[in-house]
C-alpha cells in the first residue's frame, strides 16, 4: 500500500498524493473517475470557494484555506488523468499558465506602458484575439463570428458578459433610466403570454425579463450573479429563522395559514435587521 508523504507543504506530494489514489492500490471511486465525471465537482467545488470568499470576515480565511484546497485538487486530478494517456502533466499546466501571464502583461515583463486598469484591459482583449487568430480590434474589426463569443458561464453571469462586450459595440442604452423601461416593457410582454397561456411563449418572455434585469445591474455596477447570490443567502436565513420562530411558539408548520406564515416572516425579517 501506498504511503502518504512525509512532506505535505508542496505541490509535489499532492501530485505524488493524487496519483496513489487513482494507483493499483488506490481508492476505488478516484479510479473510477474522467474528466467528464468530475465535471459537475469542478463547478462545485468553484462556486463552494465563491461561497467561503462571500461569507462573514471572522471565517473567511478558514473557509478559503479549505475551498482553494479542493480547488486544487480537482486541478491536480485532472492533470493526473491526462498524464496517464499521455497528453499532460501538472507541469504543463503550471508552465502554461505562466507563458501566458507573462505573455498578457507585456507592461510588467516587457516594454509597454499602461496608464491605468481600463488601458490593461484593452491591451488583454488585444493579445487573447492575437492568440486566436482573430484580426482586428475586436469592435469595428471583429469577425462576426467572434463578436459575441462569451465564455460559458451561468446564465446570469454570461447575461452580463454579454451586455459587456454589446457595450464595446455602442449597442447599449444610455442611462439606467432607459434599461429600465425596457425592463417595464419585458415584464408587460411577459404578463401578456401569461394571458395566453402558451408555455413557449411565456418561457421567451421570462428569459427576456432576466436578460434585460441582468443589464439593469450591469448599468448600476452591480454584477447580477453576485446579487443573486446574495439574495439568495438572504432569504435562506430569513426562511431559516422564520421556521425557528414557528417552532420555538410551539406552532405545527404544516398547519399555518398563509397570513400566519406571513407574520413569522415578518417577524424574521425585522430580528435579521438588529
Known amino acids: 500500500m501506498a504511503k502518504t508523504p512525509a512532506e505535505l507543504r508542496n505541490i509535489e506530494s499532492l501530485v505524488e498524493i493524487v ?6 492500490d488506490g481508492c476505488p471511486w478516484d479510479k473510477e473517475q474522467t474528466h467528464e465525471s468530475l465535471t459537475q465537482y469542478a463547478i462545485e467545488e468553484t462556486f463552494e470557494l465563491v461561497e467561503a470568499i462571500e461569507s462573514a ?13 479542493d480547488v486544487l485538487f480537482q486541478v491536480v486530478l485532472h492533470s493526473q488523468l491526462a498524464s496517464e494517456r499521455g497528453a499532460f502533466t501538472l ?23 499602461v496608464a491605468d486598469s481600463a488601458e490593461v484591459v484593452k491591451n488583454w482583449d488585444e493579445i487573447k484575439k492575437k492568440e486566436s487568430g482573430i484580426g482586428g480590434d475586436g469592435v469595428s474589426g ?6 459575441l463569443k462569451v465564455p460559458p458561464l451561468p446564465a446570469l453571469q454570461r447575461a452580463y458578459k454579454i451586455g459587456k462586450r454589446t457595450e464595446k459595440y455602442k449597442f447599449d442604452w444610455e442611462n439606467v433610466e432607459g434599461v429600465m423601461l425596457k ?10 403570454a401569461l394571458d395566453n397561456d402558451v408555455d413557449s411563449e411565456i418561457e421567451h418572455e421570462l428569459g427576456d425579463v432576466l ?3 441582468a443589464q439593469l445591474g450591469r448599468h448600476l455596477g452591480m454584477e447580477p450573479e453576485q446579487v443573486l447570490r446574495k439574495g439568495n443567502a438572504r432569504f435562506e436565513e430569513r426562511f431559516n429563522k422564520m421556521v425557528k420562530f414557528a417552532s420555538a411558539d410551539g406552532k405545527d408548520w404544516g398547519a399555518l395559514n398563509v397570513e400566519e406564515k406571513e407574520q413569522f416572516w415578518l417577524k424574521a425579517k425585522a430580528a435579521l435587521k438588529k
Open 183 to 192: 425592463v417595464e416593457e419585458e415584464f408587460d410582454e411577459l404578463r401578456e
Open 211 to 213: 436578460f434585460s434585469l
Open 142 to 147: 471583429a469577425t462576426p463570428d467572434y463578436a
Open 57 to 69: 470576515p471572522a471565517q473567511r480565511d478558514r473557509k478559503m484555506k479549505d475551498e482553494l484546497g
Open 19 to 24: 496519483a496513489s489514489l487513482r494507483g493499483p
Open 91 to 113: 507541469a504543463d499546466v503550471i508552465e502554461n499558465v505562466a507563458e501566458k501571464l507573462v505573455r498578457r502583461h507585456p507592461h510588467v515583463f516587457g516594454d509597454v506602458k
